[in-house]
């Protein structure tokens, strides 16, 4: 599909250089990008696309409510406590 004297005139016009092994890699890259876009462009649109089925919240746990842990147990390892919260530096 693509050679590499079409790839080097799309470099040229693009103004990259590239050696003679890049431009080998580049011309077989560009082979199979163009590949890939005509297997996508044969892509049959008419099919329906999957869905997925829709959630049953029933089948989900229930919330339950539970104690949390005391402030002062959590904040007892902190460094820097300030009004019942942490302290950390600025970062900007």
């Known amino acids: 599909m693509v050679d590499e004297k079409?790839?080097?005139h799309l470099a040229e016009l693009s103004k990259?250089?590239?050696?003679?092994?890049e431009l080998a890699?580049?011309?077989?890259?560009?082979?199979?990008?163009i590949g890939l876009m005509d297997k996508v462009c044969g892509f049959d649109g008419s099919v329906k696309p999957y869905t997925?089925?829709?959630?049953?919240?029933?089948?989900?746990?229930c919330d339950e409510h539970a104690e949390?842990?005391?402030n002062g147990e959590i904040l007892g390892n902190a460094k820097n406590v300030?009004?019942?919260?942490f302290v950390v530096p600025k970062v900007v």
Do not use: G, H, Q, W
């Not at 990259?16 to 092994?21: G, P, V, W």
């Open 82 to 85: 300030k009004n019942d919260s």
């Open 25 to 33: 890699e580049m011309t077989k890259d560009m082979t199979d990008i």
């Open 16 to 21: 990259l250089e590239f050696t003679d092994a």
């Open 6 to 8: 079409l790839t080097a």
């Open 52 to 61: 997925l089925d829709p959630v049953d919240y029933n089948e989900l746990r």
């Open 68 to 70: 949390s842990y005391p």
